[in-house]
């Protein structure tokens, strides 16, 4: 195959899948402006009028705002937990050798292969037992435990890429392996500590079974939580259920499209070492 005609369907390809991403987003969009009448007659048209009161009759709530605050809370404290726990076992399966270190690593990377609702049920025992339903924590650090295996195997590729040379410089100058993880290893993995990072905030921002399993005091839900309790709250007012999963998909897109060039400059640079 010709190198133009190859290109010709790369773009067709990327046309595809884009117009399969985008129409259903335009859809919930215009479909916000819309009232019931409007989407059960021209469901793909323009809204004939604009119906701004489902925006912000939303934005104007106060339940949004706390479900928007706790879902901000779960995730900056479940980043800084993962990353954080996941930072330092990955310096040590990078930069120390010892026996059984890699069947030790080897234990972590399975739990990639370990899916959360299996472990729901136990989980939710576990947690009841210890005082932590209706707790933030409760969600917090089972996020973090089970966002250590991926964090840990992306933090320690990228600490190995850090020459040797380095740390025995540092050793000279009389720096401790714990001095030359804080002030050296850290600030150079910074790349790779973003995209880790970006990772566990959008993975708990979407979890929505276990703040469902935790939670059942309203004033914790999050917004995946909330948005499917006010879908069924207004089952019948579909445009209104629109307007809502809009907005809650907006904080999540401005902060993916904020740090959109860390994510990928970092995996890029996990890939290349």
């Not at 067709?12 to 985008?22: D, K, P, T």
């Not at 928007?68 to 900056?76: C, E, P, Q, R, Y």
């Not at 904080?251 to 994510?263: H, N, S, T």
Request: glycine share 10%.
């Amino acid at each position: 195959m010709t190198t133009p005609a190859r290109r010709l369907i790369l773009h067709l390809v990327s046309i595809v899948i884009g117009a399969l991403i985008v129409v259903p987003v335009l859809f919930g969009v215009l479909g916000g402006f819309k009232d019931n009448g409007q989407l059960a007659e021209n469901p793909l048209g323009l809204p004939d009028p604009w119906v701004v009161g489902n925006y912000t009759g939303i934005l104007a709530s106060g339940v949004f705002w706390r479900q928007l605050a706790n879902s901000t809370l779960i995730a900056v404290a479940t980043a800084l937990a993962v990353v954080g726990a996941s930072a330092m076992a990955a310096f040590v399966f990078a930069r120390f050798a010892f026996r059984g270190r890699e069947a030790l690593f080897t234990l972590f990377a399975a739990g990639l292969m370990f899916p959360f609702a299996v472990a729901i049920l136990p989980l939710f025992i576990l947690l009841r037992s210890m005082g932590l339903l209706d707790n933030p924590l409760g969600v917090i650090l089972p996020q973090a435990a089970f966002g250590l295996p991926v964090t840990i195997i992306i933090l320690r590729q990228f600490f190995r890429t850090i020459p040797a040379e380095v740390e025995e410089a540092a050793t000279l100058d009389g720096c401790s392996p714990a001095g030359f993880f804080w002030r050296i290893l850290l600030p150079m993995a910074r790349p790779a500590l973003a995209t880790v990072s970006v990772l566990a905030v959008v993975a708990s921002w979407n979890n929505f079974m276990l703040p469902l399993v935790v939670f059942t005091d309203q004033n914790w839900w999050t917004l995946p939580v909330g948005v499917q309790a006010f879908q069924g709250q207004y089952s019948d007012d579909t445009a209104r259920v629109l307007a809502y999963v809009v907005i809650s998909m907006i904080p999540a897109l401005g902060f993916y499209a904020v740090a959109e060039r860390q994510l990928v400059g970092g995996l890029a640079g996990g890939v290349k070492g």
